[in-house]
């Protein structure tokens, strides 16, 4: 399940880079100890927002305080745990740089259904980590769920296309989905039917 890739980072400044390792990505389940480095990696986005207003996460209007990550991560872990999500993240040699999960509804009907969500840090994208860390967490997340769905900015060009490429299909758009700072964001919802016996793939 485990998989290693060598990608060469891109710094900040766009240029070719090493990232004072190896330069190998490792894909592994989600750990404890990996709260401070996704707390940085989520206020980091949080700063992308104000060169990239584009950027297609449904982050906070104000930066959470540790407290609220501690919340946010405590109630992560406990559903990885109880396999209520799957989660991986794609790390560097102590650094993680991704993270994808998929999590369970919260009401019983709905819980075959899981909700994707991906994030890789700016200077790893466009690495072939996005798709890595998709394709494991879908192919772990196809032993608990029956339909993995997902929301797109319908801008976000990039993930619309690494969401079809792994399957899955437009469910439509809803219009001015998301508002950020006066501005609003067409959204499409994608869906991916898992393989269970019985289950239409088409
Ligand atoms: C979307 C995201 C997860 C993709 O991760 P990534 O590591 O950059 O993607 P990969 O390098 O694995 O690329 C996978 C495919 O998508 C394409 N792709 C990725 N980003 C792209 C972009 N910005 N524009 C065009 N194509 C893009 C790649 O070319 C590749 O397709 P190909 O194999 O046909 O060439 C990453 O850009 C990201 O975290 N963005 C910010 C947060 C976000 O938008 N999350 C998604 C919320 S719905």
Redesign the pocket.
């Known amino acids: 399940m485990h998989e290693s890739t060598a990608v060469t980072p891109i710094s900040a400044d766009g240029h070719s880079g090493h990232d004072g390792n190896d330069g190998a990505v490792r894909i592994r389940p989600l750990q404890w100890a990996d709260f401070d480095d996704l707390v940085k990696n989520y206020y980091s986005?949080h700063d992308?927002l104000e060169s990239y207003p584009d950027?297609?996460?449904?982050i906070d209007e104000q930066k959470p305080s540790m407290e609220e990550e501690a919340i946010w991560f405590g109630a992560l872990y406990a559903d990885f745990l109880t396999k209520k999500a799957v989660v991986f993240v794609?790390e560097t040699v102590g650094r993680v740089v991704?993270i994808?999960e998929v999590r369970r509804g919260a009401r019983r009907p709905v819980s075959h259904v899981g909700t994707?969500?991906?994030?890789?840090?700016?200077d790893?994208?466009?690495?072939?980590?996005?798709?890595?860390?998709?394709t494991h967490t879908i192919s772990a997340a196809r032993e608990l769920f029956e339909v993995i769905v997902?929301?797109?900015?319908s801008v976000?060009?990039?993930?619309?296309?690494?969401?079809s490429?792994l399957g899955f299909r437009s469910m439509g758009v809803l219009p001015m989905a998301v508002k950020r700072r006066g501005r609003y964001f067409d959204e499409e919802r994608m869906y991916l039917l898992c393989r269970k016996p019985g289950y239409p793939d088409k």
């Open positions: 986005f992308e950027i297609g996460l449904t794609a991704g994808c994707l969500g991906i994030a890789v840090l700016k790893y994208r466009r690495m072939g980590i996005g798709e890595k860390l998709m997902l929301d797109v900015f976000n060009a990039g993930a619309s296309h690494l969401y490429k």
